[in-house]
C-alpha cells in the first residue's frame, strides 16, 4: 500500500511524493482521507517561501523567532490542517472502522495516527462529511476570535462563545474564510449587527449570499458610515468589537478606525510581510483602542479548562449543522482532484488563479 503526500520543495515547487504506507501499531488506526481543504494563507505562505519558520527558528520555550536556522526547512512535507478521513483500519478500541472523522494530517491520501497524541473528532451522521474540513482546526481558529471577544468582557467567566457579542455592534474586516465563518459565529451568537468589509466585490456577494450585511471600504470612508450609524453616546461612535481577518496592514488600520472608544479589535489575520503602514498614533492612541491576537495555539488566559479544541470544535458543528447548505453552497468555491493538488496550489500561490475555498477530493 502506497500514500501520495503534497510536498513543497522551495518557492514555487509543490509535487506529489509516493511513499510505502506506515505500518499500522498497537494503539493506532489508519485512515483514507476522503477531502482534505486547502487553507489560503499559511499553505500558500510555504508556497510562496513567506512564512517565517522557513527562515528563522522559532523558540517555544522563550516565544521569540530568533536566528540561526529554520524550524521548518524545505521540504515541506506535512502541509495543510483540513482533513476528513474515514478509518480502515483500527488497533485501538477508542476509533472504530468506518468511522468518519476530521483531522489536522496534512494533504496526504493515508495517514496511521495515535489517538493519545493526535485528534480525531467523529462526525455526524447529519452533516454533509465535506463540510468537516473545518472541524478540527479552521471552525476553532474562528470560535477562538468569539471567545477572545467573550473574554475581553468577562474574563474567565465565559458562559457562551456569544457573550462578547450578544446585543452588540461587530464588524469583520475580511471576507475569506476564516472572515466569513467568525462573521457566522457572531450572527449565531446574537450580534446586533454584523457588517462585513472587503474591497473584492466577488467576495462581498459570497458574505450577502451567506446573508451578511457588506460595506466596500473604498467607496464612501466606511468608519463614517458605521460610526454614524452605530451611536452609544456623545463621542461615542462605531463598532463595540471588529475581528480583523486579513493579513495586510491596511486593514489593521481600518479596523482600528471603525471602533468606539476603548473598543477592542481581535486580530485573527498572519501578516506574512508586516504591518508597517499600522498608524499607532492616530485612532489607536486617541480612542484608548485595544489589540488582542486570537491565534489558535492558545484560547484566553484562564480560558483553557472549560473552552478547548473539543470544546471549539463542537461549536462548529453546531454551526455547520445550522446553516451547512449556504456554507456549502458558497464557501466552498471548486473540488479538486487531489492529484491536481501542485498545479492548484502553484496557480494560487501565484494568482493565477482566484478561489474562495477549494476542497481536494480522493
Keep these: ?75 515541506v512535507r506535512r502541509l495543510g490542517y483540513m482533513q476528513v478521513g474515514r478509518v480502515v483500519e483500527s488497533a ?26 493526535e485528534r480525531f473528532v467523529p462526525l455526524p451522521d447529519d452533516l454533509d462529511p465535506m463540510l468537516g474540513v473545518y472541524v478540527a482546526h479552521m471552525g476553532p481558529i474562528c470560535a477562538n476570535g468569539l471567545l477572545h471577544a467573550a473574554a475581553d468582557l468577562h474574563g474567565t467567566d465565559v458562559r457562551s462563545l456569544g457573550d462578547g457579542v450578544a446585543g452588540r455592534r461587530v464588524a469583520v474586516v475580511g471576507s475569506g474564510v476564516v472572515a466569513l465563518l467568525t462573521a457566522l459565529f457572531a450572527q449565531r451568537g446574537g450580534a446586533a449587527s454584523v457588517v462585513v468589509l472587503d474591497p473584492t466585490p466577488q467576495r462581498r456577494r459570497v458574505a450577502e449570499a451567506l446573508g451578511l450585511e457588506t460595506l466596500d471600504p473604498d467607496a464612501e470612508d466606511p468608519a463614517v458610515v458605521l460610526k454614524t450609524r452605530w451611536a452609544h453616546g456623545p463621542g461615542d461612535r462605531g463598532a463595540d468589537v471588529v475581528f480583523q481577518c486579513r493579513g495586510q496592514a491596511w486593514a489593521l488600520h481600518l479596523a482600528l478606525r471603525l471602533l468606539r472608544p476603548q473598543g477592542t479589535v481581535v486580530d485573527l489575520a498572519f501578516y506574512q510581510a508586516g504591518a508597517d503602514e499600522v498608524r499607532l498614533g492616530e485612532e489607536f492612541h486617541h480612542n484608548g483602542l485595544s489589540l488582542r491576537c486570537a491565534q489558535i495555539g492558545r484560547v484566553p488566559r484562564g480560558l483553557a479548562p472549560t473552552w478547548d479544541r473539543e470544546r471549539l470544535s463542537a461549536e462548529t458543528v453546531d454551526l455547520l449543522r445550522e446553516q451547512g447548505d449556504v456554507i456549502r453552497k458558497h464557501l466552498v468555491s471548486a473540488t479538486v482532484p487531489f492529484e491536481e493538488a501542485p498545479t492548484l496550489l502553484t496557480d494560487l500561490a501565484e494568482r493565477r488563479r482566484q478561489e474562495l475555498q477549494v476542497v481536494l477530493t480522493c
Excluded: C
Excluded at 477508542?94 to 493519545?116: F, I, K
Design 1 to 75: 500500500m502506497r500514500d501520495k503526500i503534497v510536498v513543497v520543495d522551495g518557492p514555487g515547487r509543490v509535487e506529489l511524493v509516493a511513499q510505502d504506507a506506515e505500518e499500522l501499531r498497537d494503539g493506532t488506526f489508519r485512515v483514507e482521507t476522503l477531502y482534505s481543504g486547502v487553507s489560503a494563507g499559511t499553505e500558500l505562505s510555504y508556497v510562496k517561501g513567506t512564512n517565517p519558520y522557513l527562515h528563522v527558528t522559532w523558540n517555544a520555550d522563550l516565544g521569540l523567532f530568533q536566528p540561526g536556522g529554520a524550524s521548518t526547512p524545505y521540504p
Design 92 to 117: 485501538t478500541p477508542a476509533v472504530e472502522v468506518g468511522a468518519v472523522g476530521a483531522m489536522t494530517y496534512g494533504h496526504r491520501t493515508g495517514y496511521v495516527a495515535d489517538p493519545v497524541a
